[in-house]
């Protein structure tokens, strides 16, 4: 019984630990990975799959980037969309998009920052 509650006491004394590693600044590597799924995320064509990625939009707000980084992750953005619209005439060109957003998101899927439909989520 001593054990379960030095168990329950170390638990909720870390708890706000954990709770505040979501709400730090991403380092300059993470944003860019983070701002790669987003990208994905706000292609139109994979509108339709049900995923959530709001967690990662507010985790990847906070703090400050250098304007380097912004506009590196505004150049890949936009390196998606083009990819995007070259793929959408293809046949499969949807299929490979979306294993392209999960192999991006796949690192945030399992830190559940964001959701992707289990029929569509990265095995």
């Known amino acids: 019984?001593?054990?379960?509650?030095?168990?329950?006491?170390?638990?909720?004394?870390?708890?706000?630990?954990?709770?505040?590693?979501?709400?730090?600044?991403?380092?300059?590597?993470?944003?860019?990975?983070?701002?790669?799924?987003?990208?994905?995320?706000?292609?139109?064509?994979?509108?339709?799959?049900?995923?959530?990625?709001?967690?990662?939009?507010?985790?990847?707000s906070v703090g400050f980037h250098s304007s380097s980084v912004v506009s590196d992750a505004r150049e890949n953005a936009a390196r998606v969309r083009a990819q995007a619209r070259r793929l959408s005439g293809m046949n499969n060109g949807l299929q490979q998009l979306r294993g392209e957003r999960d192999a991006a998101c796949t690192g945030f899927v399992e830190r559940g920052l964001v959701q992707i439909e289990a029929s569509r989520a990265p095995s």
Do not use: H, W
């Not at 983070?34 to 939009?57: H, I, K, T, V, W």
């Open 1 to 60: 019984m001593k054990r379960i509650f030095l168990i329950a006491v170390a638990s909720a004394a870390l708890a706000p630990l954990v709770a505040n590693a979501e709400n730090e600044r991403m380092s300059d590597a993470r944003y860019l990975a983070a701002s790669r799924c987003l990208a994905y995320a706000d292609l139109p064509e994979l509108q339709s799959d049900g995923a959530n990625f709001s967690a990662l939009r507010a985790a990847a």
